[in-house]
């Protein structure tokens, strides 16, 4: 399948100054930017056969190199992602979608995503729980969302059919600017529901069936994703997690 990657987040303030860097895409761990990783790992993971990168051309085009290609950033998230869907050929499959802040992306991972993707459905989102993630990524200072199936995170690569996109891009306007935010994104779904995520009775279930509804798209999660596909950089304290890692 076709992949988009969106690399247009920019880096400000503490760490912008301890990374070096105002494109967050650029960020090097390991000795290579987390865009080389991420391009690297779709490659070989033997199911996507063409790239398109979305981010600010004169800064990205020194890494994105044949066969990948690269297209110039919108005004939003969404922008870019319509901008990529537009210049790869999906039919009636699945696009996948990354960030390009994700430095341990391996070609394992997304293929136990494609491969495990349900059939029936038009967005599927990878999901991993607090324990499995810390058995990967011990002492982790990332952010969980408490539902009553335990406490989550969500990963940074997805599958979408373009049909989809197309049909819902305000509502996925408004769930991209808010997807920092648990409040918001619960609010998204409701009244109802954000009372019950505010309680701790909302369930992945409960969010699937609204976001359906909502959407009118058949949306399915991934239980137990590979923390692979979730750990990405938002914060300085990740950033010093991060670069602890690589000393270990």
């Avoid at 994105?64 to 537009?86: C, K, M, Q």
């Avoid at 648990?182 to 009372?195: I, K, R």
Wanted: charged share 20%; proline share 5%; with cysteine.
């Amino acid at each position: 399948m076709p992949a988009v990657v969106t690399a247009g987040g920019r880096l400000d303030g503490a760490l912008a100054e301890a990374t070096g860097q105002s494109v967050k895409a650029l960020v090097a761990l390991d000795g290579a930017p987390m865009l080389q990783r991420v391009l690297e790992a779709l490659a070989s993971s033997g199911v996507v056969r063409e790239t398109v990168v979305v981010g600010p051309v004169a800064h990205l085009e020194p890494h994105v190199t044949h066969p990948n290609s690269l297209l110039a950033e919108g005004d939003s998230g969404i922008e870019n992602l319509l901008r990529g869907l537009n210049a790869v050929n999906a039919g009636e499959g699945f696009a996948l979608f990354a960030a390009s802040d994700l430095p341990y992306l391996c070609a394992d991972s997304v293929r136990w995503l494609v491969e495990n993707a349900p059939e029936d459905a038009d967005i599927v989102f990878p999901i991993t729980d607090r324990q499995r993630y810390e058995a990967r990524f011990p002492e982790t200072p990332g952010a969980w969302t408490r539902l009553s199936d335990g406490e989550l995170t969500g990963g940074s690569v997805f599958l979408m059919r373009p049909a989809a996109i197309a049909r819902n891009r305000a509502l996925l306007e408004k769930a991209f600017n808010a997807r920092k935010s648990q409040w918001q994104m619960a609010q998204l779904l409701g009244l109802s529901f954000a009372l019950k995520f505010a309680t701790g009775r909302l369930s992945v279930a409960d969010a699937v069936a609204r976001a359906t509804v909502l959407t009118g798209c058949r949306c399915k999660v991934l239980l137990d994703a590979h923390p692979h596909l979730a750990c990405d950089l938002d914060t300085h304290e990740e950033w010093l997690y991060l670069k602890g890692l690589q000393t270990k």
